[in-house]
């Protein structure tokens, strides 16, 4: 009986302007039906509303999968400094070696490396070491600055260049300033065995 009377109800709903009318049939129990009849009394059919369904829900656009995302820092340094050479310093050296040290605060944290610049041009493979020696630098004046990389290749920190003078003093240069003595010769680059007196 249920089956039946949903069938009904949904043959009426088909047409918005149909009246439905309900009765009490020989059985004693309630029907429905289209045809007004004695005894039928008019049923109010109230009709659901339409839902407008946004486009975003009825065909939801590809979510575009965020880039890889660099984790924020969690350390920051509070100074980073050139301890040597000194600012507008001299350095004297015949081959050209400069022992650049370096500071910061806190220390170097794990992950982290010190680069150096000279002249503005990175100098060799970033390191955790604060001390990085420079060979073969020529002479005249020179500029010098270091930075902290992450291990994304972030720049974390970075100087101010400061200048330094390079003096490559010749073999001649440190004779005058230290004479050679007869234990020298053979030893000291500059004073050679060739240039050693005949003995008396």
Known sequence: MRVGLAIILLC?????????????????????????????KPVSISTTPAISVPKSAAS????KPPGRRQPPRIVHYDLLRILSPAPEGTVSHAGGEVVVT???????????????LLDDNPVG?????PVIPLTNVDRGE???AVRIIDIHGRVVEQTASQTFFMQRISLSQKRRMKPCQKGD?????????SMKPADD
């Open 125 to 129: 493979a970033p390191g955790t070491s």
């Open 12 to 40: 009426l709903c088909t047409n918005a302007t149909a009246q439905v009318y309900t009765y009490t049939d020989s059985n004693g129990n309630r029907a429905y039906t289209d045809q007004p009849r004695p005894g039928a």
């Open 185 to 193: 010769y053979g030893l000291r680059p500059e004073c050679p065995t």
């Open 142 to 144: 020179h500029r010098l």
């Open 60 to 63: 939801p656009a590809p979510v």
């Open 102 to 116: 370096l500071t910061s605060e806190p220390a170097l944290v794990p992950g982290d490396l010190f680069e150096l």
